[in-house]
């Protein structure tokens, strides 16, 4: 298993997860809302990805959320 890139990726993550699961969205529901594969998705859920802005931006767009939410939730 891969570690956490870094402690933020590791908040980050972990704020999407609790955000989508809040939602009751799988992972396959937001990556394919976000055109997104659901393994690197995953990954980032993980804190294993370094998401790319844009892929950060569609994501929580198919949460229906904010990137200032989101950012909120991880602490960061």
Known sequence: MAHPTSAEHARL?????????????????????AGLDPRYLAGVERGEINIALTNLLKTTSALGTTLHAVAQRAEL
Not at 13 to 33: F, H, K, P, V, W
């Open 13 to 33: 993550g972990s704020a999407l997860r609790a955000i989508r699961n809040e939602a009751n969205r799988t992972i396959d529901y937001i990556a394919g809302e």
